[in-house]
Structure formats: C-alpha cells, structure tokens
C-alpha cells in the first residue's frame, strides 16, 4: 500500500511524544490523526476509519492494553501497532503481542523504520522490532546463572527506575561500583545497552547465583 492512502490513528497522550510521531509520519507521507483522549479513544478505536492505529503503551491517563483488548474483542485481526520509547518493562511487551497485536515498535528506532512498521501493519503484515523480538525470546539460563547476586540486585534497581545514584545509595556502594555491575552484567548477557541487560533479566526466572 502506497504511503500517502495509509490513514493512521494515533492514540498518545504525552503531548510532545504524541506530536512528534504525527509530524514524522506526515513527513514520510503518510495520513495521520491523534486522539490525545484515551476515554475518547475507545469510540474512536471501535468505530473510525483508519488502516493503522497506533498506540504508545505506556499512556499517563488511561490503559492502552484495555482500549486494544476491547479494539480485537469487536474486530478480531484490528490492524494494532503498539509502541513505546521503552524496552522494559518486558511484561508490557508481551501483553501486547500476546493480546493479538500486529504489530510492536520502539520509538528508539530510526523513522525510517517506523515508518516500514506502519506500512507492513498496513498491509496485513505482522511487525517486530528487532529488539523487541531479541527480549521476547529471552536470554539462555547459562548466562543468567553467570551474575553474581549483586550484578542481579543492581539490574533489578535498573529495572525498577532507579538511577545510578539511587542504587548506589540504596545499596551503600559508590557510583563507579554501581557502574562497574552494570558493565560486566551487561557484557555476560550479550545486552547491547544497559536498559536491554535489565530487560532481559525480567525475562528470566532462574534464582541468584553466585557470589556478591
């Protein structure tokens, strides 16, 4: 389908973020529309016109898992495309696709991308972040075993929110320490960024091992 007849429905509530998916789709060619309501948005998801309907995950007044599921509830195979500027959490992710979603993005990615996500949901195909895809198959259990109980306790403060001083603080080490963790945590599980090697530990369900 050509870019310029692909109509996309927007559903974002975070008015900078929101804005600036609409402006960069527009700019690739595309039709774009944003409800910044997420009450408003349900009618909108059930009843309007649209080949794609996007929607950040992470909405600040209102649940965009619920607005998908009552969305595929009425029209199985809805052409869903959710996204986020976060990888974690990876439960978030996983509801997402495990709810029917076509399709799953990361704000993160290049709009060319983005823009190759919306065309491919438009077109009945289903969409993948590579990265997404790399944290929903989940790390192997060797190279969670290979963290020491510290490198774990800090990724899971990562995983939470925490900032490196934050942990530092909570755990009474220095911030070189804190960063030192994360480093060699990272390097074991094969994680290309400090938010991924976190992510990938939520994924994983083996206890701590090793020593601090």
Known sequence: MEASRVEVLIVDDHLAAGRGMELLLREAGLRTSRQPDPAAARSVLLHGRYDVAMLEIHLRRGDALGLARD??????????????????????????????????????????????????????????????????????????????????????????????????????????TVRTHIRNATTKLGARTRVQAAALLACGDSPPTGPL
């Open 71 to 176: 969305l595929l509830r009425e029209r199985p195979g809805a052409p869903v495309l959710f996204y986020t500027g976060q990888t974690a959490p990876v439960a978030a992710l996983r509801a997402a696709v495990d709810l029917g979603a076509v399709g799953v993005a990361l704000t993160s990615s290049s709009p060319q991308a983005l823009t190759e996500a919306v065309l491919a949901v438009a077109a009945g195909d289903a969409y993948r972040d590579p990265e997404v895809a790399e944290l929903l198959a989940g790390p192997a259990v060797g190279r969670l075993a290979a963290l020491t109980a510290r490198e774990r306790e800090v990724l899971g403060l990562l995983a939470e929110g925490d900032s490196g001083p934050e942990i530092a603080a909570r755990l009474f080490i220095s911030l070189e």
